[in-house]
């Protein structure tokens, strides 16, 4: 089983910044996509920012130029870093990763347990 433990969350003002953390544990062959979604109350979960193991990234138009995602391959670990925050931000974020288990095994799609952001003067 694959395992993704979320950190970093918190309140933050208007205009401040937040990094959040993600570590990806487990009996894992590869993590070939690692991402961020988030949820606010009431609204379906959206993707924030996704990034390959090559380092190729996708960025949500909501955040782009404010978020900036970036992911250690040996580690298995993803970060994401956002600035200039606004109340819109505000929601569950949720570490995700597309893994295989084995060498010929299916992907398979891993959530975390979801940390809150809260954005609020």
């Known amino acids: 089983q694959v395992q993704l433990v979320e950190s970093g969350g918190g309140l933050v003002q208007p205009g401040g910044s937040l990094r959040l953390s993600c570590a990806a544990s487990?009996?894992?062959?590869?993590?070939?996509?690692m991402g961020w979604y988030r949820q606010a109350p009431g609204k379906e979960r959206d993707l924030v920012a996704t990034i390959t193991t090559g380092g190729w990234t996708n960025y949500a138009d909501s955040v782009k130029g404010r978020v900036t995602i970036s992911r250690d391959n040996a580690k298995n670990t993803v970060v994401l870093q956002m600035a200039s925050l606004k109340p819109e931000d505000t929601a569950v974020y949720y570490c995700?990763?597309?893994?295989?288990?084995?060498?010929?095994?299916?992907?398979?799609?891993?959530w975390g347990q979801g940390t809150q952001v809260t954005v609020s003067s």
């Open positions: 487990g009996s894992i062959f590869s993590i070939n996509v």
């Open positions: 995700n990763a597309v893994a295989q288990l084995t060498e010929r095994g299916a992907a398979i799609r891993v």
